[in-house]
């Protein structure tokens, strides 16, 4: 039987004057890292979006410091305290309820105001939702556009989702419980069949990941109003195929380069075209243009 291990020991290097954007765990407390908790307890100064979930994880690791509540309603009373403490040469650890700051948080403010100070700003990289789910979705990780949280309602939602309909992209999106059945119904409405990912409850107890059509996961009454931290993401549309007559000025542009037969692989790479088709096209622009 594997024997539990301890928490390790705490680094006592005094760490530089900054401000550090520290990445949290997203559910399970193991995932901190141990530069993480080295920041943590060598900060004078722990900004968190959530005291009491960032208070649980400093008892874990029997880390005392001085905590301030730092939300979309607190940053602007407690943003320019930091940046005094900041100018002094103090050290700040700013986290997010869980996870990586300033991935749908208002923290983006405090960096830019302390980067424009000339105080530096570290990166303390570790758990985030949206990447672990992109890990086991399955779904294309070259491009990835992030929307974050869309409109609670449905018009806004379906306005929103259209405007990224034609990203070529794995698009990702964080959601919650109560609203996610109507935004997946939006999302199929929008989006058509797309294969699809749900990921809920991310490293914790009840961890999920469904994937499917959108259709279908739009109608799984697990959906119906499930409890925690969501992130959906959806696979890239078919690009539609070319017309003949962007086929067409493609091929006329290639043969001012290349013979009738290059041209035809050249154009049926880009456009995803058959060559047979593009080459007896190639031949007859040829012959057109004599």
């Not at 980067?115 to 990447?131: K, N």
């Amino acid at each position: 039987m594997a024997r539990p291990v301890s928490p390790p020991p705490l680094s006592d290097a005094p760490l530089e004057p900054g401000l550090y954007v520290v990445a949290t765990p997203i559910g399970n407390l193991r995932d901190i890292t141990l530069r993480a908790l080295d920041v943590l307890n060598g900060a004078d100064l722990i900004l968190a979006e959530d005291t009491r979930v960032t208070g649980k994880l400093l008892a874990a690791y029997r880390i005392s410091g001085r905590l301030e509540r730092h939300d979309e309603h607190a940053a602007e009373r407690a943003r320019p305290k930091a940046l005094a403490l900041l100018a002094e040469g103090g050290r700040v650890a700013l986290v997010s309820d869980a996870g990586t700051p300033l991935i749908s948080d208002p923290g983006y403010r405090l960096v830019r105001e302390a980067a424009a100070a000339g105080i530096r700003v570290y990166p303390i990289p570790g758990p985030s939702a949206l990447l672990a789910a992109l890990s086991v979705a399955g779904l294309p990780t070259d491009r990835i556009l992030f929307a974050g949280f869309p409109p609670p309602k449905s018009a806004a939602r379906r306005t929103f989702f259209e405007e990224v309909a034609g990203v070529r992209a794995t698009l990702a999106f964080f959601e919650g419980g109560s609203r996610l059945a109507d935004s997946l119904a939006d999302m199929a409405a929008v989006f058509g069949p797309r294969e699809a990912v749900v990921a809920r409850e991310l490293t914790k107890l009840y961890e999920t990941v469904v994937r499917g059509p959108l259709p279908e996961l739009a109608a799984d009454p697990a959906f119906q109003a499930p409890k925690g931290e969501i992130v959906v993401l959806v696979a890239p549309g078919r690009e539609a195929a070319a017309t003949a007559d962007e086929a067409d000025a493609a091929l006329a542009e290639a043969l001012t380069r290349l013979r009738p037969a290059d041209a035809a692989s050249e154009v049926a790479k880009a456009l995803g075209l058959p060559r047979r088709d593009l080459y007896r096209r190639a031949m007859a622009l040829k012959g057109e243009g004599r």
